[in-house]
């Protein structure tokens, strides 16, 4: 079938919405109309080649839409099931069989190698392949591709247009609280970067019943933002010490320092004051997608005393139970993600994609034609 694509042909390249011939779905393939689609920094570091990716190609991975049409081996969709795209895996790895599909084994050619995993494409122009299948699912387009285990059936009765985020950034920041970090009530947590994944992380510690939420960027505009959302406490790190601030907020003395801290602007600077900032035996999270050999300074003692510094994709999230149940946090009024989104239409994708870089818009969401 034909559909409109936003294409980009050479590195740091402008999107070129192309129309496109897309195949038909196979046996574990489900054909997505998309609503709408988040605009996240990993596509944007596609574009800009931080990853291996192939060009020509077709990127966007927080898509939300409809179904349309699924192979004849899917069970678990319909056509007309509302849906939001998430990240892939291949379901029979060790990491998969143990659940741990976030860090499925074939993880990064499902992401990033803009293929199936048989190798096949699934956009032509022309007689030209057109690399898509961008996290199984390059939604940006007014149709996509998606493979049922990446296909997450939702309520109907949430807004379309505000579906795609819930797939990759709010999955990521709010599962780091809810899945990995599980707070205790009154539990102090810090967020360095308030951006979509942040902002997030601060929702759902709010969520969590968390005592001391406390909120760093350089930005006021994301501070004001991040109180709204229910941030006890913000820092701008331009114009103060976060770690000096943060021991001052939870007691000062030697056992002062948040009991979890979040790292989600992928600064090296950022990392270390959040690993600075912990109390003795607190957890840092890593979650911001920093370009492959950004080394970051520890110091080797800060982790003494039982401190712990992990990594965390996508939140650690099963998604088809998770990001159902986020959406109904959305719909119950607990996690009013509306408040970051800033919505454009498709042939505006340029702008968007500037304003994200220019942290003018938080979490741009294209709406199809």
Not at 63 to 78: D, F, I, P, Q, S
Not at 303 to 318: C, F, W
Request: charge should be neutral; include cysteine.
């Amino acid at each position: 079938m034909q559909v409109t694509a936003a294409v980009v042909r050479e590195p740091e390249g402008a999107f070129q919405l192309e129309t496109l011939e897309l195949d038909a779905p196979r046996a574990d393939e489900v054909l997505v109309k998309i609503a709408s689609t988040g605009i996240c920094h990993t596509d944007l570091h596609a574009r800009d080649r931080y990853y291996p990716v192939k060009l020509p190609g077709v990127f966007g991975h927080e898509g939300g839409g409809v179904v349309v049409e699924v192979g004849r081996a899917v069970t678990k969709l319909k056509p007309g099931d509302h849906v939001v795209l998430c990240y892939p895996s291949c379901g029979v790895c060790a990491p998969c069989e143990a659940r741990a599909w976030t860090y499925c084994a074939e993880s990064a050619p499902l992401k990033h190698g803009g293929t199936r995993r048989d190798g096949s494409t699934v956009l032509r122009s022309g007689a030209e392949a057109v690399h898509g299948n961008f996290f199984q699912q390059s939604s940006f387009a007014t149709h996509a591709l998606a493979t049922e285990r990446n296909a997450i059936k939702v309520r109907d009765d949430a807004p379309l247009a505000l579906l795609g985020p819930f797939g990759c950034g709010l999955n990521t920041g709010a599962g780091t609280v809810l899945n990995v970090l599980r707070p205790r009530p009154g539990a102090s947590l810090a967020v360095f970067g308030a951006g979509s994944v942040g902002l997030a992380a601060v929702m759902a510690a709010r969520i969590a019943g968390c005592g001391a939420i406390i909120a760093v960027d350089l930005r006021d505009n994301r501070l004001a933002l991040a109180q709204a959302l229910g941030a006890t406490h913000v820092v701008n790190a331009a114009s103060e010490d976060p770690v000096a601030r943060i021991r001052a907020i939870t007691g000062g003395g030697t056992g002062a320092g948040v009991e979890a801290a979040i790292e989600a602007s992928a600064v090296p600077a950022a990392l270390r004051q959040a690993v600075d900032s912990l109390a003795p035996r607190g957890t840092c999270c890593l979650v911001g997608s920093a370009r492959p050999g950004t080394a970051a300074p520890i110091d080797m003692t800060a982790l003494q005393q039982g401190r712990i510094l992990r990594g965390v994709i996508q939140g650690d999230s099963e998604p088809d139970r998770f990001i159902p149940a986020l959406v109904d946090r959305f719909m119950d009024g607990s996690f009013p993600m509306d408040r970051l989104v800033t919505f454009y239409e498709f042939a505006d994708i340029n702008r968007a994609a500037a304003d994200a870089v220019a942290g003018t818009a938080i979490k741009p969401v294209l709406r199809m034609p």
